[in-house]
């Protein structure tokens, strides 16, 4: 029993300091090396008054009215990594689509030639607003992944859809056009012979009637087939 106790001492003990150096090598590290990201995040909110962003996670919260954000977007980072030393970065540049981004994404074998002192500049991405004043506001952590950026531009499009008010509502249509079908459109429908019970479930010398034009609907009669499958007389 003394050496069984013991033994699970020495482990507890071993885990402890193994989640210790973890935690102080991600305090510590920086970029695609990272084992686990341990960061509390970035907290935003955003409505039609301001928008608030918490970088401590829900802590000290900052405010800025609407007129003082310019644009919201995709932003790139690209950093100089190198093990032991300092990361050196980049102005973020604003980005429109994931192949500005994708040629310099770290890989699998990133933090292995990175552990092994090769320097190695690579891009990660971040939502970002962007002030009156030229002042840069992080919305989200780093993004070092092809997956995550692409959700990064689908949220700076949705917000960017809210500001305008177009999130939720439907896209006008063109001055000037009619919702009704064109004549072509008509014309280009499949015309082909139905019986009665398709307008119908009648029997016997019921009379059928089109519920378009309330003319009486024989047997094999001819008429048009939308594309929803809905058969009009």
């Not at 039609?48 to 405010?63: D, I, N, Q, T, Y």
Request: proline share 5%.
């Amino acid at each position: 029993g003394f050496v069984l106790g013991r033994g699970l001492w020495v482990c507890g003990f071993v885990v402890l300091c193994s989640v210790l150096l973890i935690t102080i090598f991600n305090l510590w590290a920086d970029g695609p090396w990272r084992c686990i990201d341990i960061s509390p995040g970035i907290h935003f909110r955003l409505s039609h008054a301001c928008l608030e962003v918490s970088p401590w996670g829900g802590f000290h919260p900052k405010r800025w009215a609407q007129n003082e954000i310019q644009c919201i977007g995709v932003y790139r980072q690209t950093s100089n990594y190198k093990s032991c030393q300092k990361t050196r970065r980049r102005n973020p540049e604003n980005i429109t689509q994931l192949s500005q981004v994708a040629e310099d994404l770290p890989a699998l074998s990133s933090p292995l030639s990175l552990f092994c002192g090769r320097a190695r500049c690579y891009n990660s991405a971040f939502l970002g607003a962007m002030l009156s004043n030229g002042t840069l506001v992080m919305l989200s952590d780093h993004v070092w992944h092809k997956a995550g950026i692409e959700e990064l531009f689908e949220i700076s499009q949705n917000m960017q859809f809210f500001r305008e008010g177009s999130l939720y509502r439907a896209q006008p249509v063109p001055f000037g056009r009619s919702l009704a079908a064109s004549e072509g459109e008509i014309s280009a429908l499949t015309v082909r012979s139905f019986s009665r019970s398709t307008f119908c479930f009648a029997s016997g010398n019921e009379t059928v009637e089109c519920t378009i034009c309330l003319h009486s609907v024989g047997e094999d009669c001819p008429a048009c087939e939308l594309p929803c499958s809905h058969v009009f007389h």
